[in-house]
């Protein structure tokens, strides 16, 4: 399996696992004309009562999580797909640190 491939299929994983677990979702939250990827960040960090240590940390929280995000409306808008992802609680880690979390992905290989 390709490294893209691998992480595509773990960043679904993420979206599938916080729909199993029963987690408060914010799935269906989405950027409107009325609103902003950063109103979305807010409501979602307030959701899962997220604070970060500095400015750039939350940075690069916001970055990954436009990225995850991303990764959502787009796997979804497909219809190909026959599963539908969702943004959950690891919204703000890549699939490198939420498998470090899970101990159960590994990119090396």
Same mark, same amino acid.
């Given at each position: 399996?390709?490294?893209?491939? &691998?992480? !595509?299929?773990?960043?679904?994983?993420?979206?599938?696992?916080?729909? #199993?677990?029963?987690? @408060? =979702?914010? $799935?269906? %939250?989405?950027?409107?004309?009325? =609103?902003?990827?950063?109103?979305?960040?807010?409501?979602?960090?307030?959701? &899962?009562?997220?604070?970060?240590?500095?400015? /750039?940390? /939350?940075?690069? $929280? %916001?970055?990954?999580?436009?990225?995850? &995000?991303? #990764?959502?409306?787009?796997? +979804?808008?497909?219809?190909? @797909?026959?599963? =539908?992802?969702?943004? +959950? /609680? #690891?919204?703000?880690?890549?699939?490198? /640190? #939420?498998?470090?979390?899970?101990?159960? !992905?590994?990119?090396?290989?």
């Amino acid at each position: 399996m390709s490294k893209i491939t &691998y992480i !595509l299929a773990s960043i679904a994983l993420i979206g599938m696992i916080g729909a #199993f677990i029963g987690t @408060q =979702s914010t $799935r269906n %939250l989405t950027v409107t004309a009325d =609103s902003s990827i950063t109103d979305l960040w807010a409501h979602w960090k307030e959701s &899962y009562g997220k604070v970060y240590a500095s400015a /750039e940390e /939350e940075a690069h $929280r %916001l970055a990954t999580f436009t990225d995850n &995000y991303n #990764f959502v409306m787009n796997w +979804n808008a497909d219809p190909t @797909q026959t599963s =539908s992802v969702g943004l +959950n /609680e #690891f919204a703000d880690l890549n699939t490198e /640190e #939420f498998g470090a979390l899970k101990g159960c !992905l590994s990119m090396k290989g």
